[in-house]
């Protein structure tokens, strides 16, 4: 994986508008939960337009490791035959987690209701981030944890069949802390409860519905039977809003720009950006609106704006939360100075976000002001960045910080250069040839 890589320093400074259509890749999130619920079906599902990227693949070595078979096919199909609720088997080495944080949390709900012992390893920004979230309310379902100082991995679980059912109160908005009570409910006798304040992304509480899973979701409560049947599906991932929001910032802040992007996943759980970059005055028009595989999706087309600072409403974090990055060069070259806050959980994603953006940006000569929660960013009414000087910001093993200050670089008069975007290849592995495509020049530079 790409910890394991040479990092890949990458430049990119300002070359005209972008112009065309893209096609993002399939979502990350329904991408992963594809894979683990097929493999929990009995028969085979058929997934096309699946992500395949780092994090993605992990989870499909995963599932193979534990005993389905998952297999793509030369036309790009994903054809996967799963072990039935229940039914994975023991894996015999440690199962490898890269970068993805996703997978762990998932695949760990998962394990917590199977009589299995597993090892999960990954790269040093996952090492760094906090599992507690997930061993605490599996352990109260009876799952034994082994983990590194600070509840860490490289951490070793043993799953107990049958567990104990739960009701269980989310400390945290985290769709990852969600799922994993769900998916160790799946295997668990009775009812297992997740009680959520503040509505997070719900694919899996759709999707398990869509394998026939006994799930409801009343007010607040989402509860799950046990000892399910799934079944399975042919599933259509539709494009990852997380990826086209790098593109309608480039879009909204290149002079001259005017793009297509193709087939976004619509719901409204993971939308907030486009909510943020429009009470921005973005322009940012949705053509096209249907639904595939039960999710809404639409085409976007988005034309360049000038922007205004705002307040970014904290409540629009958890549907945005993967896009603050992004969001945070879009106040950039906004007039005036926008004011993120209540975005806390920044600080534990694949790296420090909000550090990472204050010196990214501040690098680039942006003025920003870090907060405990959240940043402000003093606007530059469009004008374009100064480059970094020959200085490199650091990625910090963070797709997103990577691809976020890559289209910083776009409205540049001299070169951002980013020190390593390998990570990229984690979620977005054709971003760079797609930044090419639609007019951007990135250009690599020896390490
Ligand atoms: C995800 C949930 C979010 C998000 C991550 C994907 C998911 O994490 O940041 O990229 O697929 O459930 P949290 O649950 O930590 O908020």
Request: hydrophobic letters at 45%; proline letters at 7%.
């Amino acid at each position: 994986m790409h910890a394991d890589v040479a990092p890949r320093p990458l430049a990119i400074a300002a070359a005209g508008p972008l112009t065309g259509e893209v096609t993002v890749p399939g979502d990350k999130s329904i991408s992963h939960r594809s894979l683990m619920f097929s493999g929990l079906a009995v028969g085979e599902s058929r997934i096309r337009g699946l992500l395949e990227g780092e994090d993605v693949l992990a989870t499909a070595a995963a599932m193979r490791a534990m005993g389905a078979s998952v297999e793509r096919r030369e036309d790009g199909e994903w054809r996967v035959s799963g072990v039935g609720v229940g039914g994975l088997l023991q894996p015999q080495t440690a199962l490898e987690m890269g970068n993805s944080g996703t997978s762990t949390r998932l695949l760990m709900g998962i394990v917590a209701s199977h009589p299995i012992t597993a090892t999960f390893t990954g790269d040093a920004s996952l090492s760094r981030r906090p599992m507690a979230r997930v061993t605490e309310p599996l352990s109260r379902m009876g799952a034994e944890f082994t983990s590194s100082p600070g509840d860490r991995l490289p951490l070793t679980m043993r799953g107990l069949c049958p567990a104990v059912p739960i009701e269980y109160r989310l400390p945290v908005a985290s769709a990852q802390v969600k799922s994993a009570v769900l998916l160790a409910g799946l295997n668990t006798p009775g009812i297992t409860r997740v009680i959520e304040s503040v509505p997070t992304r719900d694919h899996s509480e759709r999707m398990l519905r869509g394998f026939g899973a006994e799930l409801t979701v009343e007010g607040e409560i989402v509860s799950i039977r046990g000892e399910a049947e799934l079944r399975p599906q042919d599933i259509d991932v539709p494009g990852d809003p997380s990826s086209a929001g790098f593109w309608m910032v480039a879009a909204s802040i290149v002079p001259g720009s005017d793009i297509v992007i193709r087939n976004v996943l619509m719901n409204p759980t993971r939308t907030g950006l486009i909510q943020a970059l429009t009470m921005m005055g973005a322009s940012i028009e949705r053509l096209n609106a249907r639904t595939i595989s039960g999710e809404d999706v639409a085409d976007l087309r988005v034309r360049h704006a000038p922007l205004s600072a705002i307040e970014v409403p904290p409540d629009l974090a958890p549907s945005m939360i993967d896009e603050y990055p992004v969001l945070f060069v879009a106040a950039t070259f906004a007039k005036g100075r926008t004011i993120a806050r209540g975005a806390h959980e920044l600080r534990v994603k694949e790296s420090d976000r909000i550090a990472a953006m204050a010196a990214a940006l501040g690098l680039s000569g942006v003025r920003v002001e870090e907060h405990e929660d959240g940043l402000t960013v003093e606007g530059r009414d469009g004008e374009p960045l100064a480059g970094t000087g020959g200085e490199r910001v650091a990625s910090l093993l963070d797709h997103r910080i990577a691809m976020a200050m890559a289209v910083a670089g776009m409205n540049a008069a001299q070169p951002i250069a980013i020190d390593d975007a390998a990570p990229i290849a984690t979620s977005y592995p054709d971003f760079v040839a797609t930044a090419q495509k639609l007019g951007a020049q990135p250009t690599w530079l020896d390490a």
